[in-house]
């Protein structure tokens, strides 16, 4: 967590800072990070969360939103699911241009691309 803001009405807004410029909408993914500083926020930590707020340090603007139960229990769902697979060595290989090129076993491995 980059920065907590405690509100006047004893509320926390959480801030994340971001190079680049900002998107003209957060998708599902993009949201993730966040949610899941919420979800420790109110469940670890018993805060009351008003805003999460990504800033876009390149052109200085904010996109702030709140993750709904929805959104909270599908992420727990997908945290445990990716535990789960860690746990059975399930790491099926996943090859891209993009991300071989950065891939420390690019050299070795039977599925590189690019």
Same mark, same amino acid.
């Given at each position: 967590?980059?920065?907590?803001?405690?509100?006047?009405?004893?509320?926390?807004?959480?801030?994340?800072?971001?190079?680049?410029?900002?998107?003209?909408?957060?998708?599902?993914? +993009?949201?993730?990070?966040?949610?899941?500083?919420?979800?420790?926020?109110? /469940?670890?930590?018993?805060? #009351? $969360? !008003?805003?999460?707020?990504?800033?876009?340090? +390149?052109?200085?603007?904010?996109?702030?939103?709140?993750?709904?139960?929805? /959104?909270?229990?599908?992420? #727990? $769902? !997908?945290?445990?699911?990716?535990?789960?697979?860690?746990?059975?060595?399930?790491?099926?290989?996943?090859?891209?241009?993009?991300?071989?090129?950065?891939?420390?076993?690019?050299?070795?491995?039977?599925?590189?691309?690019?």
């Amino acid at each position: 967590i980059d920065r907590i803001d405690i509100l006047p009405s004893s509320e926390i807004e959480i801030v994340d800072y971001k190079t680049g410029a900002s998107r003209p909408k957060l998708e599902a993914e +993009d949201k993730e990070q966040l949610l899941i500083y919420q979800i420790a926020a109110e /469940e670890v930590f018993n805060e #009351k $969360v !008003k805003n999460l707020t990504y800033y876009y340090l +390149d052109d200085g603007k904010e996109m702030s939103f709140l993750g709904t139960d929805i /959104e909270k229990n599908d992420l #727990k $769902v !997908k945290i445990v699911e990716t535990i789960e697979k860690i746990k059975g060595s399930s790491f099926a290989p996943t090859p891209g241009p993009f991300v071989c090129k950065f891939c420390d076993f690019r050299d070795i491995c039977e599925f590189r691309k690019g």
